[in-house]
């Protein structure tokens, strides 16, 4: 894998962070290699929302309720992220793309 994929953009992981992400321990497992983004971009986008919510409550009503009924997931590689009075076709449309 590492002569047909460039890893240096991802963090090694170690039993700690399979035991977080997958919840396996290594007694669970033969032997493992993990690797991770660097940084959790569903967490920094979470963390987004938070702070939008908090903008939005009282001051833009239209747009709390926009962000309650947002779609965020990920589907392997790709993260839907979605904030849009269509969010619930752009969810259908993300997932039938893995289907």
Do not use: C, H, W
């Amino acid at each position: 894998m590492k002569q047909s994929v460039i890893l240096d953009k991802l963090k090694k992981g170690d039993a700690n962070k399979l035991k977080k992400l997958y919840v396996l321990g290594t007694e669970q497992v033969e032997d493992f290699i993990l690797y991770t983004a660097n940084s959790n971009v569903k967490a920094n986008i979470a963390k987004r929302i938070d702070a939008q919510t908090v903008k939005f409550k009282d001051y833009r009503p239209d747009e709390y309720a926009l962000l309650e009924k947002r779609v965020l997931k990920v589907q392997f590689s790709y993260i839907l992220f979605a904030v849009s009075t269509d969010a619930a076709q752009i969810e259908r449309a993300f997932d039938e793309a893995f289907k």
